[in-house]
Every structure is written in C-alpha cells, then in structure tokens.
C-alpha cells in the first residue's frame, strides 16, 4: 500500500515539473490567487517604505524537496524580483486558509536607488510540504520528508516593522514628494542670510511669529554664529577702505558683501537713517513761508499763512511715516541701526531726526502755537545733548574716530543743531541754555571748518557724488545769524558776520557747475534743501533791518530757489520711491565684512574679467550682423 501511495506521488511531482518547464502555470485555489497585504492583520504594507508595491503572497513547496521550484527561486534573487521567506509550516488548515494568517512573514522592499517606482514586488512564503495545500490545488501527501522537516528548529515569527519615510495621515502614509510640495515655501526655505542684522539674531521675530500662531523651529547653530559674528564690528577705516559712491554706499571691487547682491533684501533693511533728511527739507520750508507772510519787508507778496498751514501738516505726516519705519527697523534689525552708528557719514544723520522735531516746533502755525511750553525744549536738546558728548568726545580723543580722519561736511549736522536749539530756545524767552549751545557749536563749528578747508593729504578724495552735502557749509552760519540775532534782540554785527560767510560759502558752490552734474538720484540731494532753506530765511531776516530793492530781490530770489529745489526733489522721490521702486536699493554701506578679504586682488580681477566678458558679449551680436552684412 505504501509503495502505490509512493509511486502516485511521484507522478504528480513529474507532472508539476513538467507543466513548470513548459511554462504553464498551475491554477492556485481561489482563496490564494492574490491576497493583497492590505487584508492580513498585522501585515505591514509596502506603502510604508514611501513607494507604492503590489505584494501577492503565493505558497511553495520546500525548496529541497523540489529543485526546479529552488531555482525558479535563485533566478529570481539574482533578478531582485522576490524575497524569500522562510516561516514555520501551518499547524492546521485552518490556520492555512484563514485570511487573517499570524504566521505570515514579510520584509519590504526597500527604495530604488535610481529612483524608479517598481511595479510590483512578490514575497514568497515557503512552508512545509505537510501543508494543506500544493501547487496543483491537490492536498500534499506524506512524504519521507517530513522526518527531516521535523527535526528542524522552527523559526520564529518576524514582523518587519519599516520606518515610515512619508507622513502618516488618517492612517494612511503620503507620499514624501508630495507632503513637501504642500508645506508653504516661506516656511520650509526660509532665507537665513539675514539673520546676523535681526535683533537678537532673529529671536523677537521668532517669538512675534509664535503669537500669531506660525510656530518656527529656532535654529541654535545658525545663531550662535551669527550672535558671535554681529558682536564684533568693523572699524571706521574699514568703511573708507570697503566703501565708495555717495555717502560711502558702494562695494569696491576688492570687497565682499556679507549679503546676497543677487536679490533685494527686506525694505526695513534698506531703510537708511539719511531718510530724515527729507523731513529737514519739507520742514524747513514751512518756517520758509511762515517767515514770508509774517515779515513786515516781504508783505508785498501778499503770502497767506494757509501755506504755512499745509506745508507743516505735510511735514508732520512725513516725520510721523520715516519715524514709525526707523523705529521698525530698530525693532527688527537693530543690528543693522548698530553698524549705521559706526559709520563715519551715517552717524551724524542720527541728530536729523531731532533737528526735524525742533524745525517742526519753529515752524508751527500761528494759529495752532497758542503757548508753546518750555519742556518741548529741552525734551528735544536732550538727546542731542547726548549725542555730541559721544561724537564730540571721539573728535577730540584720537584714535580711529578722530576728527581729523572722519571729517566730511555730513559732520555739520552735528553742528547745525546747537544753532537750530539755540534759535528756538531764545524765541521761547530761555536765557542760558541756548547760550550754552550757541557756544558749543561755534567752537566745534571752527575746527570743523579749517579741518575741511585743510584736509590732510592722508585722507581719502570725496567722490562726487557726495557733492550735495558740500551745502551742509551754508546752514551752520545761516542758521548761527539768526540764533544770535534772537538772542541779542536784534540783527547786530555778529549775525551779520555770520550771514555773510554763509552767503559767501553760498556762492562760491553756486557758480561750480559740476557740483550739480555727473551722479544719479539718491538720498543725498536732499543736502541742497535745507542749507538753500536756512540762507533765504537768513536773507529775509537781514532784509528786516536793511531794507532795500536789493534785499528784498534777494530774499525773494534764494526763497523761490528753495521752492523749486524742494519741490522738484520731493516729486523725483515719490517717483524714484513709487513708480520705479529705486529709492532704496541695497544698503551695502552696512554689509561689508570685519576685516579686507585675504582673495581681495584675485576678487578684482575675476570681477573685471566679467565685466568684459558681458561687454564682449554685449558686442558679439552687433559684429556678426555687420559680419553678414
């Protein structure tokens, strides 16, 4: 009996072979044709490993019983086609056709390296023959067999357990490309450039972003170095060596920006501290036209005080819109406003704030200065008590700051405002105190003024571009003249002395053509304003004690200059500012580095290089049309 059983076994194992080399396939039953992993419990999916498989579980007879089955399965290694598993056999038929199999083992494929998708991936759970099922659908019968399977330890049970590489989202894992795809671009490439010039290296960002309900990972590394590189700043002759073009606001070629040069930076960042010097030039002109309806010698121009009106509301709204933007700025990018106080041009613009809050208060109407309180005066002279303590104390102690090295005429706003304090001090009825500042400024204003008459052969030509600022010589005297006269009581010999070296100084730059020619719009025209301001009402004064034809022409001429400048510089800006979106351009003057770079000469020459290749290639075009022609 054991024989026939034997030998009728034998035959279907022939016709499993043979129908395997003919390459027909046998028929699985149908609770084993495809079971996708989807529906095993505790069968983890290939979707984990971020691709999208096909697992199909198929069952094998013992690869030693059957050697064409184990090198169909050597093939297909090698191929990659199929992992092998082994796993201990079933205990019952039950368990074998159960879908919800506990013994089912399988490991993921992991991910192309080339990145292709695969299609399909086939895991192989290899039993023991003594299953309830075969390849032919046929129960298996006992073998000899079985006592070799028998006596092997049986393996235990293994779940893979991948790291899921996509997102899990209601129970589901997406794909990585795609959950990237949707985080906002401001989020996950947040620009971190500009982090050394935020205040306190970005942390009140971060903690204003949170409130709003943006949480931000903090970047420790990034901050550390950043917090290390902004405590350490360049000194003053960086600036001169690193920087040219108006007001020290150009990268030579031998230098590197700390900043992109490819992209425009944020607008608070590109906010200069020389913007006030458009509210000393709007309203310096509404003291302009109060001093024009109110001078008894210029009364036959019949000016109404509606002008004065309009201009200072004008000026009001103007210093309230560059105040609330600087005082941003100090917020958010304080260390930016730190590098702008070490450089030599931009730190006396941090008196024209406080210049433009006392040319507000001169210029007050009529009818809104009803009684005007002596505690505005010296609210405003305090900081600028403080600030010339500092700037005056480095003129006068030497080292990298010292006055004859840092001399430019952007040094009399420095001065200008001793006179400006004393004037509205001595119009409030004060005694002392713009006594005090009329002889502070006149002592500096004189060593100022030889030291930039005799400049040393040491320091460095100013560009051309920083023309303008030459008027800045007018409005110390012109303003001085009428301080004096205020605190005299009348327009004695000293305010005329004083007003005649500004009305010198005056013309010797009005008849120098090239100092209105050759260099773009920017900021530092705004120089000519309020020097060209100050001289006429200067003149006006003068024309109340000597008044003649020529006085009043005189007076009426330089006032309608003024005019003219003011308003034609005011419309240029709104269009640079609105229109062509060029008024503030990249603040490179705060962007260079602590020390001259050690490539610096090989930086020039890759720098010029390219320079004529565009050129070269700018003329390439136009040779071969003349070429074809």
């Known amino acids: 009996m054991m024989q026939e059983l034997s030998h009728q076994m034998e035959n279907k194992d022939l016709q499993v072979q043979l129908s395997t080399k003919q390459g027909f396939p046998e028929e699985l039953p149908s609770l084993l044709k495809c079971i996708a992993s ?34 169909v399965l050597e093939a297909a290694k090698l191929h990659g086609q199929v992992n092998v598993i082994f796993g201990p056999p079933p205990s019952s038929p039950v368990e074998a056709t159960d879908c919800h199999e506990p013994h089912a083992i399988s490991v993921s494929m992991p991910a192309s390296p080339s990145g292709l998708h695969i299609v399909q991936t086939k895991q192989v759970l290899l039993i023991d023959k003594a299953g309830p099922t075969a390849i032919a659908g046929q129960p298996n019968q006992p073998s000899d067999s079985d006592t070799i399977n028998s006596r092997q330890p049986k393996q235990g049970k293994f779940h893979s357990q991948p790291i899921p590489y996509g997102r899990a989202t209601g129970g589901k894992v997406t794909d990585p490309l795609e959950s990237q795809s949707r985080i906002p671009r401001n989020e996950s490439q947040r620009d971190k450039r500009f982090d050394p010039f935020k205040t306190w290296s970005g942390k009140l960002e971060r903690q204003l972003s949170n409130l709003r309900g943006k949480p931000q990972e903090p970047d420790l590394e990034a901050n550390d170095c950043h917090g290390a590189e902004t405590e350490t700043l360049p000194a003053v002759d960086r600036y ?24 425009k930076w944020p607008f608070l960042l590109r906010f200069p501290i020389s913007s006030f010097g458009m509210c000393l030039g709007v309203s310096s002109q509404a003291i302009l036209w109060k001093t024009l309806a109110i001078s008894p010698s210029m009364s036959f121009l019949h000016v109404s005080l509606t002008v004065n009106l309009v201009l200072w509301g004008i000026s009001l709204a103007l210093m309230a819109t560059v105040s609330l933007i600087y005082s941003l700025k100090i917020v958010f990018f304080f260390e930016a406003v730190r590098r702008e106080y070490h450089h030599p041009i931009r730190v006396n613009f941090f008196f024209a704030p406080w210049i433009a809050c006392l040319f507000l208060v001169l210029g007050l109407p009529p009818s809104v200065a009803v009684n005007v309180q002596p505690a505005i005066w010296y609210v405003l002279m305090a900081p600028i008590f403080c600030l010339e303590l500092k700037i005056y104390g480095q003129w006068m102690s030497g080292g990298q700051r010292r006055l004859s090295k840092v001399a430019n005429p952007s040094n009399h706003l420095s001065i200008v405002g001793n006179f400006v304090g004393a004037l509205l001090g001595a119009s409030m009825g004060l005694k002392e105190g713009p006594i005090f500042f009329f002889a502070v400024g006149l002592a500096h204003y004189t060593v100022l003024f030889v030291t930039l008459y005799q400049r040393l052969p040491t320091n460095v030509t100013l560009p051309k571009e920083l023309h303008p600022v030459f008027f800045l010589f007018v409005a110390a005297p012109s303003v001085a003249c009428m301080a004096w006269a205020k605190i005299r009581g009348d327009f ?8 005649f070296i500004a009305m010198f100084l005056y013309a010797s730059l009005a008849v120098r053509i090239n100092f209105f020619r050759g260099f773009r719009f920017s900021l530092a025209w705004w120089a000519y304003t309020f020097p060209m301001t100050g001289a006429s009402v200067a003149t006006i004064k003068y024309s109340m004690e000597v008044t003649n034809v020529l ?19 005011l419309l240029s800006t709104i269009i640079h500012a609105f229109i062509l979106h060029d008024l503030f351009p990249n603040d490179i003057s705060i962007a260079i580095t602590q ?3 050690k ?11 390219s320079s004529d290749m565009k050129d070269l290639e700018a003329s390439l075009p136009k040779n071969n049309s003349e070429l074809e022609l």
């Open 38 to 71: 989807q529906t095993i419990a505790g069968f983890d999916s290939a979707e984990c490993s971020g691709m999208n498989y096909q697992t199909q579980l198929v069952t094998l007879p013992n690869p030693q019983e059957d050697a064409t089955v184990g090198e």
């Open 595 to 597: 020390k001259r770079p």
């Open 240 to 263: 001169f060596d690193a920087l040219e073009g108006p007001e020290l606001d150009t990268l030579r070629d031998t230098e590197v920006s700390v900043l992109p040069e490819d992209k």
């Open 551 to 569: 006085t009043q022409s005189l007076s009426v001429g330089l006032s309608a200059i003024s005019t003219f400048t003011v308003t034609a510089l």
């Open 599 to 609: 490539f610096s000469k090989k930086l020039a020459h890759l720098r010029s290089a």
């Open 492 to 499: 004695d010999y000293g305010s005329r002395m004083a007003y």
